[in-house]
């Protein structure tokens, strides 16, 4: 998942000394794009695991492992700021039950029953519920973005309700971007000068740590699963590439293009997933999964292409 820095540092026009305009842009948009690949990845792996790892557990070791990765650079920044981690510690249990310990478990459900394609087109409209979200907030939207959510979320009522075969598995992933959507929200509300790799320690730590009494239950009504090639590595990719390389990589891509044009490069995701889980799962993609993601894609894109207007 991604946390953007609300730091956003470019070149400035005024600053003939600096690097040239074309080398930030070209590395931003290749760091947006490695992130997005890594994250496509994840829906390919929820798959992949839905019949050998349960979903929670699948989660949980996902989230040790980011743990683990992330520890060395960001506990000890999170010890320093234990004090602001602790005024706001609310904020942080809240975020880290959307972003960590709901949101990927909801995903790996999903992946019990539905093809790695379809996840990949629904969590696709996330931008526009955060569009939602925002309104909410008080924030106007234009008529381009209006247009746009109702575009993505007639795609995404195709995909579910008759553009493809529905599964169950497509309910978890709206809960899924649902919950993306609203933890997305909730990052705008992040503590000023809580720094963002203490609280990508801190809420790795918190959701792992609610995520311990269904892992219990996982255990004693599921048992476990095998450690294997085909377990342990795919879990090794979603905690160190998806939970740790690919948010550095978003957060050096936002301040280097800006999350406006990062988030546009999100919109590969589906496009991404699909030839992944055509290359990797052999799942066919037909004209019925194509026609949804041209309408999801394109209400997206449009979406993102305007500005919000002023607050109310």
């Known amino acids: 998942m991604a946390i953007a820095d609300r730091r956003t540092t470019g070149h400035s026009a005024g600053n003939p000394a600096g690097p040239g305009p074309t080398t930030p842009v070209a590395l931003g948009l290749a760091l947006a794009v490695l992130a997005t690949l890594v994250w496509s990845g994840s829906f ?30 960001g506990a000890r920044r999170a010890w320093r700021q234990r004090e602001l981690i602790r005024r706001h510690l609310g904020f942080v249990l809240l975020a880290s039950l959307l972003g960590v310990t709901v949101y990927n478990t909801l995903v790996n459900q999903a992946g019990v029953t539905t093809p790695a394609a379809n996840m990949g087109m629904i969590m696709a409209a996330s931008p526009v519920l955060m569009a939602v979200f925002e309104r909410a907030g008080g924030v106007r939207l234009g008529a381009r973005r209006v247009a746009g959510l109702l575009i993505a979320c007639t795609g995404v009522l195709l995909l579910v309700g008759g553009g493809t075969s529905f599964s169950a598995g497509d309910l978890w992933v709206i809960a899924a971007a649902c919950c993306f959507g609203s933890y997305s929200a909730l990052l705008r509300r992040r ?122």
């Open 44 to 73: 390919v792996t929820s798959r992949a695991l839905g019949d050998s790892v349960p979903p929670v557990q699948h989660a949980f070791w996902r989230w040790v492992v980011a743990l683990a990765v992330v520890a060395p650079f």
């Open 191 to 312: 503590p000023a000068g809580l720094d963002g790799a203490a609280f990508l320690f801190t809420t790795f730590l918190a959701g792992t740590v609610l995520l311990l009494p269904a892992q219990g239950v996982s255990l004693a009504v599921q048992g476990g699963f095998t450690p294997t090639a085909g377990t342990v590595l795919p879990l090794l990719y979603v905690g160190v590439a998806s939970s740790a390389v690919a948010f550095f990589a978003w957060n050096k891509a936002i301040s280097l293009i800006g999350p406006a044009r990062a988030g546009v490069v999100y919109y590969l995701q589906p496009v991404c997933v699909a030839l992944l889980s055509w290359a990797l799962l052999a799942e066919p993609t037909g004209w019925a999964q194509a026609g949804c993601m041209a309408l999801i894609l394109g209400g997206v894109v449009l979406g993102a292409a305007s500005g919000a207007g002023p607050r109310r």
